[in-house]
């Protein structure tokens, strides 16, 4: 096939814009979590600050494109058939992996993810090299690949965790220490120094790392030479006087505009640098198909060796791929969602915790508080007493977790010491020629700010460090992750490019597509009719009546799923019973959330309605127990026709409808006693629970009078009495229920 080669790259350079969107969606973390989260500049005006650090910083980004072309492998060593293929399978995982964590929210590097993909895929054509290739074995593996490079990487990789996370957490202690978190009168005295170190620190940045793939690069930093100290000391002076200067003009805090220019700062240095992450590779390919077309050589034989040298990006291309990244900025929806991910970890209220506790975040918590309480015994009392004075306002308010996220998730100290310390260490790292993830230093230092904020109190602890850990395991699966993708879809197109790349491409386009429908499908789960509301009246006349709705929706869910639960059971359907299992288990989360909102609700009780905190968590204790006997009769139900035992017998299956159908009748009664809130007709509710217990006891008396004649099944006999005690229970939890809602009603 003549064309190949031109069909491939095409279809690198279409998917160099759905790389660019992929990576943005996922570093976009990178520069707005801090103007985003501490909330002082409006939405709009943080994308628009960034979205022209992003341009800026895509114009100047041509430096830094050798990575993709000679960083991780020596291109001297393969043809160009070969480096076509390592290209095509680098982009391809490239972009699934990064799609796969946008849409579970985790943020990653596009750094790691690009720099392994290109290892992964040159490790594997190299050893297919070697396989074809006389005289060669193993140890010629380092001729083909940087090895030194990826060591490096690897290494970054814990250095930017340890490092950032460490300074993040002692510069914002000292700075809560300074400012406390009522910091508006300490701002008016120090205000103008932090804003002109702050300042100082953001603009160097701004200069050593966001403009280091520009032309003018070399000469600033020619003209800088040895005397950067002086440059920083008359900086600081400066912009502390400028500082200084704007408060008493406008009466506002320097902080506005120190994160202001540090989210362009990170914004700028994040197009500028990672940008090649993106587009890299598809330009490399470009380059090497221009090559191989002037030469006139079979595609088999022609060397790479052209990709060594040092050749700029297009400024066109370069001004197209800053436009496609200020779009995505704008329209990514999966950005939000790694956001939400990064800011809930940094919340200083309590929220809805993402993650779930683990070992190692339990183990991680319980020791550090053990290790806070020895330090406090050394401490001189008068220090800690100091100490506890300046971070006095670290508590929780009194805001649910609903509320919290509409609320600011930190303070402008906060935002301004994540954005200055991620300069700082990113530029020092840059001037050294470390290798460092602006990934990891951003989300490390925002994470150290929050661990000494208090943020991370023994109500959220587990939840928030479970979270980093996920996290930063997420960063060395998307390493491990890159190596073996594209090593496998390598050997794949290898092995029949004519094939495989179309069905790659397609496996590729397929893959995006069901990620897109899920994460959409996510976003747009919108609060049900039928979901539990968190009350918010502050009288018991309005808890009575806003928990109706409650007992309402949870009479008519519990109906539906002890309904598709002895269908499950009459059709030996599992799947249906493994549905009633997951929606017991929305139900019970539902309630647990309620119960979650006790500590808010009874704070915002009026002094003269405290009865109906009371009568509150009274419903919620019998609406669990109802949830707790429709889990135990699912998952009963459910793992008897999933282990494939006998089939309940008929009379069983008649008696079971039986008693579901007066189930049926009698949910029907009470849901609409509740809707229309006719309390007054409980008691008529209420004269029937005898009539229902005879109902459930009849059946147990026949089924005890089967079981000594008949029965030859003691799995059947379990599960029925099972199901038959448990019914009797949950109706129990109903009457109990309907019981104190209609002597509450009579009261009032």
């Not at 895929?121 to 690949?145: C, F, H, P, R, W």
């Not at 000292?174 to 910091?183: D, W």
């Not at 200069?207 to 032309?215: D, E, N, T, Y």
């Amino acid at each position: 096939m003549e064309n190949i080669y031109l069909l491939m790259l095409v279809a690198l350079a279409t998917l160099a814009i759905i790389d660019i969107v992929v990576g943005v969606s996922n570093d976009a973390v990178n520069f707005l979590n801090s103007a985003v989260g501490s909330k002082v500049l409006s939405f709009r005006t943080i994308m628009i600050i960034s979205s022209i650090g992003i341009f800026i910083g895509a114009v100047y980004s041509s430096g830094m494109m050798e990575v993709a072309r000679k960083g991780i492998f020596n291109p001297g060593e393969f043809y160009f058939d070969e480096i076509m293929i390592v290209f095509m399978a680098v982009i391809m995982t490239d972009i699934l992996l990064l799609d796969f964590f946008n849409s579970i929210g985790l943020p990653t590097s596009t750094t790691v993810s690009i720099v392994f993909n290109l290892l992964g895929a040159a490790i594997v054509m190299s050893l297919i090299k070697i396989g074809e290739t006389d005289g060669q074995n193993l140890s010629d593996l380092q001729g083909y690949i940087n090895t030194e490079k990826a060591t490096m990487i690897i290494s970054g990789i814990l250095l930017s965790v340890v490092i950032a996370f460490s300074i993040g957490a002692i510069v914002q202690w000292v700075s809560r220490l300074i400012f406390t978190f009522q910091y508006e009168k300490k701002m008016k005295s120090f205000g103008a120094i932090f804003g002109g170190v702050a300042l100082t620190a953001i603009t160097y940045f701004i200069f050593i790392k966001g403009l280091k793939g520009s032309p003018y690069y070399k000469d600033l930093v020619g003209y800088i030479g040895d005397n950067d100290i002086l440059i920083l000391l008359v900086s600081i002076l400066i912009f502390s006087g400028l500082s200084h200067l704007f408060q008493i003009v406008t009466k506002k805090s320097i902080l506005l505009i120190v994160i202001a220019t540090g989210t362009f700062g990170l914004a700028l240095a994040f197009s500028g640098n990672d940008l090649v992450n993106f587009i890299g590779v598809s330009m490399a390919a470009y380059h090497s198909y221009e090559a191989w077309v002037v030469s006139g050589v079979d595609a088999s034989s022609f060397s790479m060796g052209v990709l060594e040298k040092k050749v700029p990006a297009e400024p066109l291309l370069l001004f197209l791929a800053g436009g496609v990244m200020v779009v995505t900025l704008w329209l990514s929806k999966k950005a939000r969602t790694v956001m939400d991910t990064e800011i809930g970890l940094s919340r200083q209220t309590d929220t809805h915790e993402k993650f779930k506790p683990n070992f190692f975040s339990r183990a991680l918590v319980g020791s550090s508080f053990w290790m806070s309480s020895k330090i406090s015994q050394i401490l001189p009392q008068a220090f800690q007493d100091k100490i506890d004075s300046s971070f006095k306002g670290s508590e929780v308010q009194t805001i649910n977790k609903d509320q919290s996220i509409d609320a600011p998730a930190f303070d402008m100290i906060r935002a301004s010491v994540n954005l200055m310390v991620a300069g700082v260490l990113i530029s020092i790292a840059t001037s050294m020629k470390l290798p460092l993830s602006t990934t990891y230093v951003t989300f490390m230092v925002a994470m150290g700010t929050s661990l000494s904020d208090k943020a991370w109190g023994r109500e959220s602890a587990v939840y928030r460090v479970a979270g980093v850990i996920n996290v930063i395991l997420g960063w060395f699966s998307t390493a491990f992750g890159a190596l073996i993708a594209s090593g496998v879809v390598v050997f794949l197109i290898n092995w029949n490019k004519e094939v495989m790349i179309p069905i790659m491409l397609v496996i590729t386009i397929a893959i995006l597509i069901r990620n897109f429908i899920y994460h959409r499908r996510m976003q747009n789960r919108v609060i049900n009719s039928r979901s539990l509301k968190k009350s918010e009246s502050k009288t018991v006349q309005g808890i009575i009546s806003e928990s109706s709705d409650n007992v309402n929706n949870v009479i008519f869910r519990s109906n539906k799923i002890f309904a598709t639960v002895i269908e499950g059971l009459s059709k030996e359907d599992s799947d249906k019973l493994k549905k009633s299992k997951k929606q017991v288990k929305k139900l019970d989360s539902e309630i647990e959330d309620l119960r979650d909102n006790i500590f808010y609700f009874i704070k915002n009780l009026d002094e003269t309605s405290v009865r109906g905190s009371n009568f509150y968590m009274i419903i919620l204790a019998y609406l669990t127990d109802i949830a707790e006997s429709l889990s135990y009769i699912s998952s009963k139900s459910y793992k008897h026709v999933n282990n494939q035992h006998k089939k309940l017998k008929f009379n069983q299956l008649r008696d079971l409808t039986e008693i579901k159908d007066a189930i049926d009748h009698f949910s029907s009664e009470i849901t609409s006693v509740f809707k229309d809130k006719r309390f007054g007709a409980l008691n008529l509710i209420i004269a029937q629970k005898d009539k229902l217990n005879s109902i459930i006891n009849e059946k147990i008396n026949a089924q005890i009078d089967r079981t000594r004649n008949e029965e030859s099944s003691p799995k059947n006999t379990t599960l029925y009495f099972n199901i038959l005690l448990e019914t009797k229970d949950l109706l129990k939890s109903v009457f109990n229920l309907i019981d104190e809602y209609s002597n509450s009603y009579k009261k009032e």
